[in-house]
């Protein structure tokens, strides 16, 4: 689903599309304030506000450690104000309804992004974003604030019915289908006069599982080299030309890959087939309510925007270069 503001993305990216709304006060646009970038129904986004979002984007970018150009900045501002204009948009719905998330929600939010790092790196990354604790909470109680909205405004309002998902299924069939998988055993060794010598007791009768308990170097060798049921192009690609090519119960000539010499024997196979719609319902709802909610939303967040009342103050947009003014006045 398109969640352009609720999806997990990689954590600078996130923070550094969140919006920060200290200090937001009414402004009467008839006289234009320099520090103002823009107001949303007279909310107003501060430059101060906007400059450290920017920075952070800027930083977090590919040419990082160059100096941006003016023409390089402006697509990234453009972008940023747009994202911004509509997250004090989607905030304001929210408090319209009076929809708001607990300490311990917030918590557990951030909870779930440190956990994703190893233990002493999440800091690290906070460091490089340029953001504090307090502010990567502020962050996180905004993301779920617009995440409830949208669960208790738009997605409640999309059902699907039966009729629709057999209708998705019908005009989707490729989608839900099985390939033809292949299970079968190697015995790997390291060198082609060892494979023989394996080879030449299996032509006489000795049992493939046992030889491979007995000389495989492979991790399924505890198993008998049993390497389970699989699709082509899950293994190696001299695995599939070999095994995809054999009847059940068949032994392989030696074949040499980049981990040893391996002698194959095909277990079993299972032939492609279609999947039917009962084997596959619960998916795919999911494939078309994720397609219905994405399409709702976006209509919903439109709809929001058109009646909202947006000047942006282009003077002091056009002034902005990429790097908050007290930095830049700290270099000079």
Known sequence: MRQAFVRATPLLATLALALGLAGCTKKDQEDPDTNVVATVNGEVLSRADFENELGRELASSATESAQHTPEEVEPYKRALLDTLISRMVLLQE??????????????????????????GNFNE????GQL???????REATRLTIEKLFANEVYT??????????????????????PEQVRAAQIVVKGMDEARRVQAQLKAGKKFAELARKYSLSADAKVGGDLGFFPRGQMPPAFDQVVFSMN?????????????????????????????????????????????????????EQELRAKAKVWVNEATLQAIRGKPATQAAKKE
Do not use: C, W
Not at 94 to 119: C, F, K, M, Q
Not at 125 to 128: G, I, P, S, T
Not at 132 to 138: F, H, I, N, R, Y
Not at 157 to 178: C, D, I, K, N, Q
């Open 132 to 138: 504090s604790m307090a502010e990567l909470k502020a």
């Open 157 to 178: 309002r999309v059902a699907l019915t039966e009729e629709e998902l057999r209708g998705y299924y019908s005009a989707h069939e490729a989608e839900f289908s099985e």
């Open 94 to 119: 929210a408090r319209t309804h009076n929809i708001t998330v607990t300490p311990e929600e917030v918590d557990r939010g951030v909870l779930r992004l440190s956990s994703d790092y190893p233990a």
């Open 248 to 300: 059940v119960g068949q032994v392989s000539d030696v074949v040499e890959t980049e981990y040893g010499y391996h002698l194959f024997r095909v277990l079993e196979k299972k032939a492609g087939r279609k999947l039917e719609f009962a084997e596959v319902r619960e998916q795919v709802e999911a494939k078309l309510l994720e397609q219905r909610r994405s399409e709702a939303q976006t209509k919903y």
């Open 125 to 128: 990354v906070l460091a490089q």
